[in-house]
């Protein structure tokens, strides 16, 4: 499974940016899709996952009404659409693949590389 990150950039507190992440085959149809992310001397954690097969979707509390997955069958191409971006939300943010879920990071398939999120206050 292949996964590339991309759409990360410099923000403003309050702005917004999508992050892209393209895929390879049919790893949209096959499997689980997460986000998670990793500020500067802290864990990686969860931000959001997606389950087209299952038709649910979990967000972590602190995002939850501001950032949406979304898919793009068609580009092969999963998003992260993030709005009201605050000082916090600023990390390195990877997209990943799993066969399991509720995902959990240590069940993760198969991740993307990062794509830095800064957010200016």
């Known amino acids: 499974v292949q996964l590339q990150a991309s759409g990360g950039g410099l923000v403003q507190a309050g702005g917004s940016l999508r992050l892209s992440c393209a895929t390879s085959?049919?790893?949209?149809?096959?499997?689980?899709m997460a986000w998670f992310r990793q500020a500067p001397g802290k864990e990686r954690e969860f931000v959001a996952a997606r389950s087209w097969r299952y038709g649910a979707a979990h967000y972590v509390d602190s995002v939850k009404d501001r950032f949406t997955i979304s898919r793009d069958i068609t580009k092969n191409t999963m998003y992260l659409q993030m709005n009201s971006l605050k000082p916090e939300d600023a990390a390195v943010y990877y997209c990943?693949?799993?066969?399991?879920?509720?995902?959990?990071?240590?069940?993760?398939?198969?991740w993307g590389q990062g794509t830095q999120v800064t957010v200016s206050s």
């Open positions: 990943a693949a799993s066969n399991r879920w509720p995902i959990v990071k240590e069940g993760i398939t198969s």
């Open positions: 085959g049919r790893t949209l149809s096959n499997y689980h």
